[in-house]
């Protein structure tokens, strides 16, 4: 059985925006070497960025991305409620994520994740690490 990932917001905003690491992390899930775990909260958390001026995408440049983060994916009916992370509280929702979904591994490239190191026993590593897996 594949091991089970859990992407932050923004390796999930890079790996579909551009070139790179993040979207190398993808492929490992495209390939069946990894499961991806979703939630609702996640996917709600992926479009509101994504809809930030920054990016620039309209709102039918967003569907593609998340119908295709929904196909490559396995959601996860998260029951858990957690407030660690004060600075940040969106984060809270990838550590519920991976709980629920027991997560082999949660993916991240910001320091509120990263700086625990890892939760419950779930290793949080930035994406290099995980590609080195």
Do not use: C
Request: glycine share 6%.
């Amino acid at each position: 059985m594949a091991k089970r990932a859990v992407f932050d917001t923004n390796v999930l905003v890079s790996g579909y925006l551009w070139k790179g690491s993040a979207r190398r992390a993808l492929e490992k899930v495209r390939s069946g070497e990894w499961t991806l775990l979703v939630s609702k909260d996640a996917i709600d958390e992926l479009i509101r960025v994504l809809a930030y001026n920054k990016f620039g995408l309209k709102p039918e440049e967003i569907e593609p991305i998340i119908r295709d983060l929904i196909k490559i994916s396995k959601l996860v009916e998260v029951r858990t409620q957690i407030q660690i992370i004060k600075d940040d509280p969106t984060d809270n929702i990838f550590l519920a994520l991976a709980m629920d979904g027991q997560a082999d591994v949660i993916v991240s490239g910001d320091h509120h994740l990263l700086d625990l190191d890892e939760f419950k026993g779930i290793p949080i590593i930035p994406i290099r690490k995980f590609l080195a897996k």
